[in-house]
T-cell receptor, first 113, second 112 residues
Framework: SQQGEEDPQALSIQEGENATMNCSYK?????LQWYRQNSGRGLVHLIL?????REKHSGRLRVTLDTSKKSSSLLITASRAADTASYFC?????????????FGQGTELSVKP | KAGVTQTPRYLIKTRGQQVTLSCSPI?????VSWYQQTPGQGLQFLFE???????NKGNFPGRFSGRQFSNSRSEMNVSTLELGDSALYLC???????????FGPGTRLTVT
C-alpha cells in the first residue's frame, strides 16, 4: 500500500495566491522528497528534506517536516499558471535496501490566470 | 548533461505478448529504479538496480523482470501481458542513496 497520503487531492487557486499541500506517511524515513508531474509526463524533483531537518526553502517553495506527526507540507508562494501540475510527496523509508521511493497519490494543482 | 532517456515512448501490445522497455540513465548515475504509474494505483515501485545487481524489488509478479548492463543502462521486461499492465512506466536514475531521483519521460504501454 502507498505510504504517503496527500491532502487535498485537488486544489484550484488564482495566480498570485499561495498553494499548500500536505503529506502524511506511516513509517520512519531517511528523507522525504517532493516531485512535480506535468500531464502524464516524467517527474521533476523539487526538493529533498532529510529526517533531521524541519524546514527547507528553494525559490518559491517551502517544505516543512514533522517526524513526530509523520507529516510534511509543501508551500508554493505567488503561484503562476505554469505551476499547474500534479505534486507528489515521496518517502525514502528507513529500511530501504536501495532506490525505492514510496509515493503518495498526489495533489492536482490548477492555477488559473 | 543529457537527462534520463526511455525508449520507446509509446507502445501498443496485445494480451499474451511480451515487451521490453529500455532506460539510459544520466551519465555517472549507477542506480536505476523502475516505477509503474496507473490512475488507480498511482506510482508503484517495481525494482532497482545498482552496478548490475538488483538491490530492491516491489510487490509485482514474476512476469515483471529487469536487468542492468555494465554501462548502467537498464531494461525491464514484462511477459504474458495482461490488460492491467497498461500504464506509464517510468525509470529514474540517481547517484546513490539517499539522493533525489531523476526521471525519464516514461513509456506509455497500452495492452489491448
Amino acid at each position: 500500500s502507498q505510504q504517503g497520503e496527500e491532502d487535498p487531492q485537488a486544489l484550484s487557486i488564482q495566480e498570485g495566491e499561495n498553494a499548500t499541500m500536505n503529506c502524511s506517511y506511516k513509517t520512519s524515513i531517511n528523507n522525504l522528497q517532493w516531485y512535480r508531474q506535468n500531464s502524464g509526463r516524467g517527474l521533476v524533483h523539487l526538493i529533498l528534506i532529510r529526517s533531521n531537518e524541519r524546514e527547507k526553502h528553494s525559490g518559491r517553495l517551502r517544505v516543512t517536516l514533522d517526524t513526530s506527526k509523520k507529516s510534511s507540507s509543501l508551500l508554493i508562494t505567488a503561484s503562476r499558471a505554469a505551476d499547474t501540475a500534479s505534486y507528489f510527496c515521496a518517502t525514502d523509508p528507513f529500511y530501504n535496501q536501495g532506490g525505492k521511493l514510496i509515493f503518495g497519490q498526489g495533489t492536482e494543482l490548477s492555477v488559473k490566470p | 548533461k543529457a537527462g534520463v532517456t526511455q525508449t520507446p515512448r509509446y507502445l501498443i501490445k496485445t494480451r499474451g505478448q511480451q515487451v521490453t522497455l529500455s532506460c539510459s540513465p544520466i551519465s555517472g548515475h549507477r542506480s536505476v529504479s523502475w516505477y509503474q504509474q496507473t490512475p488507480g494505483q498511482g506510482l508503484q515501485f517495481l525494482f532497482e538496480y545498482f552496478s548490475e545487481t538488483q538491490r530492491n524489488k516491489g510487490n509485482f509478479p514474476g512476469r515483471f523482470s529487469g536487468r542492468q548492463f555494465s554501462n548502467s543502462r537498464s531494461e525491464m521486461n514484462v511477459s504474458t501481458l495482461e490488460l492491467g499492465d497498461s500504464a506509464l512506466y517510468l525509470c529514474a536514475s540517481s547517484l546513490a542513496d539517499p539522493y533525489e531521483q531523476y526521471f525519464g519521460p516514461g513509456t506509455r504501454l497500452t495492452v489491448t
